[in-house]
């Protein structure tokens, strides 16, 4: 136990050089990011053991994640603090997609710049549940965590940051040359769920972002970058 009543696990990283439990850094800074990480996961876990999380499905399947927001603990910021957030970078290098007003309109591939807290950070996580893998079906949140990216139409013209929940307009297929896990700085390209139609940054970057191409070219690939603590290796 800490000095304030905590056990020790829920707030700091442990170090070992066991084989069996190595831990990747001894860096200061890389010490506390990992400490913070395993205080959320333990935080989840704990909460999901003491949380009825039982499902009538008789009104039909629901999204685990739906039915634990249906619950007012706030243990529940551990949970949702566990997806992953990424941003998008246009296939000239350059440019990063935003969705503008952080949420509530259009999406462009024109800033040269994002970071944690910014328009360009992107709420992701697979519906399927689990680590992203090519395949996937994603859904994506803009920074003010209510509106999610969605294929106007359900594809063929605009991709705007303006759904109000996921549905079909707002599933998207993730997939990389070669398959696999999906990670940091990994080119993906995004289809509209069980459609033709790809996103595309118009120019690989510097103007308006859609869902009108039928094929898998560099306008339509994107370079996926984790934002810590969830990048991957």
Known sequence: MKSNGRPAYL???MPTRDDLFFYPSHDRAEYFLQGIAHAKLAGAAAWCFHTDVGVDFRAGPPFVEDRLRSYPEPEWAFVNSLNARVILQASNGVNYVVAEGGGGGGVRADRTAGGPGSWEVLGVSALSGGPLLSGDRVAFTSADGIHY???????????RAAGPGIGGWETFVMEKPGGGVIRHGDSITLRANDTQWYIVADGGGGGNVSVNSTSQGPWETFKILFVTPHSSG
Do not use: D, H, K, W
């Not at 990216?149 to 991709?159: D, E, K, M, N, V």
């Open 149 to 159: 990216l969605q294929a106007a139409g359900g594809g063929g013209t605009s991709l």
């Open 11 to 13: 707030q700091e990283a």
